[in-house]
């Protein structure tokens, strides 16, 4: 697959902007088709266009590895030691863009953080967690079972037992979170076909609001789980 | 612009080497005795030379307090983090250090920044004498465990040895580029680096593309304070009980003892990798009696179980962190002095379910490595890239003192993350940022890296926005650069490390080193003239104190001192042939002393005078 495409369709949103080097007609591409100089990167940019990938959740890993080997083969500073300091700037620039793209498209779960942060749903850093209604019941026994345990620890009661049904109560909420992965998963697929079929804003739109919501759930599934691995690890 | 090189900067031996064109193979350049390994030992002379390598090593002995090892131990540190080591190395701290640990050599002190300076300009001036032209640029390899003072640190070296840094590589790393020179493998690999003074492990990809070979690192740990060094004082502390228990004699207080006792125990380590038992040299003690130790490799590796042991916590974390299992790892590479210990070789061979690789010599093949990623810098041609990561999470400190990490640990260099900033009180017109490098949660239990201030006009609290972009380069060092959102201006930051020494104070001791030129060719050997005529005047005063040596007859004695006085006369002379001649004439007058000492010493052990059960 190759880098740059002058032919190729100019991506919607994407501003033709002119070489620094010769001028030419550059769109947004890793280098200019014409002089094949390194270029800054335009604003309105996205990891999924970094790669050459439309905005669909479902990404095959084999596939972006081979993007990302060639990428990094060509952007790399390494290639640009001799060059001057603005295009070793760029290089630095593109080579870390890469980086963090791949880091974050790499795993499915972050793939799809970045999507609704990008699109504005969800913001950075905040991470709104939201108590699974159906799992109410649990979580309430599992606050119990913590408080018991830390009184058991401090007044010497049975420790053992407790800690038997906090381990089976983790298992428990991991197996839910393969649940709420492998939902997550399934609103991918849904996501990119309401993609391919030109699905109007109202759609799309309710589509990012489930993930974020399922996101939010799959947060505080986790942050319970590893509140349990810290306490079961204390004792 | 002259020649580049490849450094291997180590805690105890340092290398350089070059690509040649020839064979297009990297190859290391000897120095004046012949051998690649310069031993990493500084000292200063009474009128102020300094003198480096084996030249050094031997000062050790006589003049231990103007001589220094290991401080690539200090590299990048503060004073409060070297407290422990001070316990088992004879650093000797000037009060006076600050942010940057200053070292006590004689009546001067130094950085270690500088100390390592003058390590790298020994090896700059082997490869000029070799190439005939000048060096001015090279790749330096740090511990891929280093974080980021530690990395400017030796950077600093570099600059300050008049080398321009061409890029710093990790340890394990250029170790692969060798390896995989040599060997065309593909796969996972795993690189475990056991040296003098660190311990690396760094798990690879290596992959071919149509353009080339990838080295593509997955993940990286270790221990910055783990190495050879660590085994040599398990020694010494062994030994130095049972001194203490049958020769009634307190080690520590006799800083030459303490050399010559680190020295035969370092070469009965290096013998129990070659035999089962061993014994080192004898070492006088100040009562006239000759400490002998004896080992045999079972006790040894009683002894040393444990570090080794804690070699494995960080291989099990790099494991874990790569997604790997030990069965998916096809390769495993050995590298660094200490891993010639037969333990070693066994454990990690056991723990991988497989031979570990040690077919290019451990001692060389960093060395190697960075001299094969010069050459690529240098001519900008590639047949290989080398993806390393950072080691470490980079944090910023948030309120309450929480951390939180903005580029995770394993992460690909170049990385980056941008964090936008804004006032929290009203006309508050300074915004703090700590940046910190470590995987706890709490800024006081991580590594500080550094402090900046966003200068902002006064005004509502929230107005401000200023967008930070924190940069890890291809080196592993942080770059800072903000931008104002609101007038999209680049906001000049001025970062402090928290360790390291300011631009300032290197552009000053830059223009001090100048003075101190470079040694000529008769200068080298006056200096080695003279230490070993130091070395050689030691060791007659020594002997002719020694209880035994009333046995040689009062006109002997008198041939003795006079040639001593002789040799004395001639060293303060600059001729180093007339120095030679002199210690050539010493040695033949002490010849009788020096059999009835041996005889004396060999009667002693066989009396049964006990000095190890074992």
Redesign the interface.
């Known amino acids: 697959m190759s880098i740059s495409q002058p032919q190729k369709k100019r991506a919607e949103g994407v501003p033709v902007a002119s070489c620094w080097n010769c001028k030419g007609a550059v769109t947004g591409a890793h280098f200019c088709a014409a002089c094949g100089k390194i270029q800054p990167l335009p604003g309105g940019w996205d990891y999924f266009r970094f790669f050459g990938l439309s905005q669909k959740l479902t990404i095959d890993p084999a596939e972006l590895e081979g993007q990302f080997h060639i990428l990094s083969w060509k952007l790399h500073p390494d290639n640009f030691v001799l060059a001057g300091e603005f295009e070793r700037n760029l290089s630095l620039e593109r080579s870390s863009e890469l980086n963090d793209a791949y880091r974050t498209l790499r795993e499915p779960i972050s793939r799809v953080e970045y999507l609704l942060e990008h699109l504005g749903v969800r913001k950075e850093g905040t991470t709104k967690q939201q108590a699974p209604p159906e799992l109410l019941e649990e979580v309430f026994e599992l606050n119990e079972s913590l408080d018991e345990l830390r009184e058991a620890r401090a007044d010497g009661g049975d420790v053992a037992g407790l800690r038997g049904r906090l381990d089976a109560a983790a298992v428990n909420f991991q197996e839910k979170l393969a649940e709420v992965d492998a939902g997550l998963e399934a609103m991918g697929h849904e996501w990119d076909a309401a993609i391919d079929s030109g699905a109007d804003d109202a759609t799309r739109g309710a589509l990012l609001a489930r993930m974020n919501e399922v996101l939010n759930r799959r947060s505080y599934i986790r942050n319970l789980v590893a509140g349990v691995q810290k306490e079961l690890a204390e004792a | 612009m002259g020649r580049v090189v490849g450094i291997d900067l180590g805690t105890t031996f340092s290398l350089i080497a070059y690509m040649d064109a020839q064979t297009s193979a990297p190859k290391c350049i000897p120095g004046p005795h012949g051998s690649a390994l310069c031993p990493s030992v500084v000292s200063v002379d009474r009128d102020g030379e300094i003198i480096v390598g084996d030249a050094a090593r031997q000062r050790l002995l006589t003049q231990p307090d103007r001589t220094i090892y290991s401080v690539k131990r200090l590299m990048g540190r503060g004073v409060a983090d070297v407290q422990s080591e001070l316990k088992i190395f004879p650093f000797r701290i000037d009060p006076d250090s600050d942010n940057v640990i200053r070292v006590r050599l004689g009546d001067r002190t130094f950085t270690p920044p500088e100390i390592s300076a003058y390590i790298l300009r020994e090896l700059k001036s082997w490869a000029e004498k070799y190439f005939n032209e000048p060096v001015d640029r090279a790749v330096i390899t740090v511990p891929a465990y280093f974080n980021d003072a530690q990395r400017q640190a030796t950077k600093d070296a570099g600059r300050l040895a008049g080398l321009e840094v ?1 890029r710093l590589v990790n340890e394990p790393t250029a170790a692969a580029l060798a390896y995989g020179l040599h060997k065309q493998k593909r796969g996972h690999v795993a690189v475990y680096d056991f040296g003098g003074g660190t311990f690396d492990i760094s798990i690879l990809k290596l ?1 071919s ?1 149509t ?2 070979d ?1 080295y ?1 690192v997955l993940s990286t740990n270790g221990d910055t304070h783990l190495g050879g060094d660590d085994i040599d004082n398990l020694l010494r502390a062994s030994a130095r009980d049972e001194i203490l228990r049958y020769h009634g004699i307190d080690v520590d207080q006799h800083p030459q003892l303490v050399q010559e006792l680190r020295k035969a125990l370092i070469t009965l380590k290096h013998e129990l990798s070659h035999y089962d038992s061993a014994t080192a040299e004898g070492v006088p003690l100040s009562n006239g009696e000759l400490f002998k130790k004896s080992l045999n490799r079972e006790t040894f590796e009683q002894l040393i179980g444990t570090v080794v042991g804690r070699t494995m916590v960080p291989v099990r974390l790099a494991l874990a962190d790569a997604k790997l299992t030990v069965k998916q790892i096809d390769e495993v590479v050995l590298v660094g002095g200490s891993t010639r210990i037969p333990l070693v070789r066994k454990t990690v061979g056991e723990y991988f379910e497989r031979a570990p690789h040690c077919e290019l010599d451990p001692d060389e093949v960093v060395a190697l490595g960075a001299a094969v990623q010069a050459d ?3 001519t ?1 041609v ?1 047949t290989m ?3 390393d990561v950072t080691p470490l999470s980079l944090g910023i400190e948030t309120m309450g003192g929480v951390v ?1 990490k903005i580029i ?1 640990r394993n ?7 941008q964090e936008l900033f804004t006032t929290g009180v009203e006309n508050q017109t300074a915004i703090d940022v700590h940046v910190l490098q470590g995987e706890r949660e709490l800024a006081k239990d991580c590594r500080s890296l550094a402090r900046f201030q966003l200068k902002t006009p006064p005004g509502p609290a929230g107005l401000a926005r200023i967008e930070v972009k924190f ?4 080196n592993g060092i942080l770059q800072v650069a903000a931008r104002d959102m609101r007038t999209n201006e680049q906001h000049t930051v001025e970062v402090q490390p928290s360790y390291g020494i300011s631009d300032t104070d290197i552009e000053r001791m830059l223009e001090e080193s100048i003075e101190y030129a470079e040694q000529d060719f008769a200068d080298r050997q006056l200096i080695e003239a003279r230490t070993e005529a130091e070395t050689i005047i030691a060791a007659t005063v020594k002997a002719l104190a020694d209880p035994r040596a009333t046995e040689i007859s009062s006109d002997e004695r008198k041939a003795i001192t006079e040639s001593e006085a002789e040799l004395r006369t001639a060293m303060l002379g600059p001729d180093y042939k007339l120095i030679r001649s002199r210690i050539d004439e010493l040695n033949k007058a002490t010849e009788h002393l020096a059999e009835v000492l041996m005889n004396g010493a060999l009667q002693t052990a066989f009396e049964g005078k006990r000095l190890d059960d074992v």
């Open positions: 061409l992959i593309t353009e080339g990838i593509q690529i810098l240098e900008g590639k890239l080398l993806l939180a995770p992460s690909t260099i170049p990385a980056s993350a940069l890890i380069d291809a």
